[in-house]
């Protein structure tokens, strides 16, 4: 067997064109092993919105921009998918107040100021019944907040000063 290898080395390396023709092979086709190892496509939104990661979780969101869809937010929707999320988009930097008026399911609200998460509020209940329905203000400037299911800032470990990204 040693000989056949040595026998082998010595064509590869004493033939200029085998020699030629096995380089050009690696050039050609080692490139091909890195193809697909970029930013993986995880399709188009469903709500028309767009896709955001924080912490290495991509949530589909949907985008609220005008001030009617902002008042509206959530309210008496029966929830919401598993890494899905509404986020509200801003145009100023200001503190931000919301409310669980006429929610059916819990909540957890981050507020993101130029791409970094500056606040967080979590494990929001839905009202019940006539209950006094609680408002909640961002201890921070804020131009983005983004709602999910209570218990994802827990369970993504999601903290202040993580980085945001947003692929609209």
Not at 37 to 51: E, L, S, Y
Request: hydrophobic fraction near 45%.
């Amino acid at each position: 067997m040693r000989m056949i290898c040595e026998f082998c080395m010595r064509i590869i390396f004493e033939n200029n064109y085998i020699r030629r023709v096995l380089i050009s092979l690696v050039l050609i086709f080692c490139p091909l092993l890195f193809v697909g190892c970029g930013k993986v496509d995880v399709g188009t939104p469903r709500h028309g919105g767009a896709f955001l990661t924080v912490r290495e979780t991509i949530f589909e969101v949907e985008v609220v921009d005008s001030l009617d869809k902002q008042i509206r937010g959530l309210s008496g929707r029966e929830n919401l998918e598993e890494n899905e999320g509404m986020l509200f988009v801003y145009n100023t930097s200001e503190t931000r107040s919301f409310w669980m008026k006429d929610m059916k399911f819990g909540l957890d609200i981050i507020f993101i100021d130029n791409e970094v998460v500056v606040d967080l509020v979590e494990g929001l209940s839905a009202p019940v019944g006539e209950e006094e329905i609680m408002g909640y203000t961002s201890k921070e400037t804020s131009d983005m907040v983004l709602e999910v299911n209570a218990g994802v800032v827990r369970d993504y470990g999601i903290e202040v000063g993580d980085r945001v990204d947003i692929l609209w």
